[in-house]
């Protein structure tokens, strides 16, 4: 799941049972989290490009959005991804 960033959308995610990992890239950087205690969420500000993987079989991961869906808020490519950040350097 995920394979994309949003322009303007924030998101925060729990994974209020089982587990998941989480790959967030910001262009310079990757960084890998486990998400596995309903208790601890982890924040995805707009322009991060994140991806859900790796989720155990009982897993169930919530996402709370800042906006409601917009399909062009969206950057599904990660080279439109990478063109969009050097264009805001």
Not at 34 to 47: E, F, I, K, Q, T
Request: charged content about 25%; hydrophobic content about 40%.
């Amino acid at each position: 799941r995920g394979e994309h960033a949003h322009r303007a959308c924030h998101q925060f995610l729990i994974c209020l049972k089982g587990a998941c990992r989480a790959l967030l890239d910001d262009g310079e950087n990757r960084q890998e989290v486990l998400l596995s205690r309903p208790d601890v969420g982890l924040y995805l500000p707009p322009m991060i490009w994140g991806t859900q993987y790796d989720y155990t079989r009982d897993a169930v991961l919530l996402v709370f959005a800042s906006h409601a869906y917009d399909n062009a808020d969206y950057i599904r490519d990660y080279e439109t991804f990478r063109a969009a950040l050097d264009a805001a350097r």
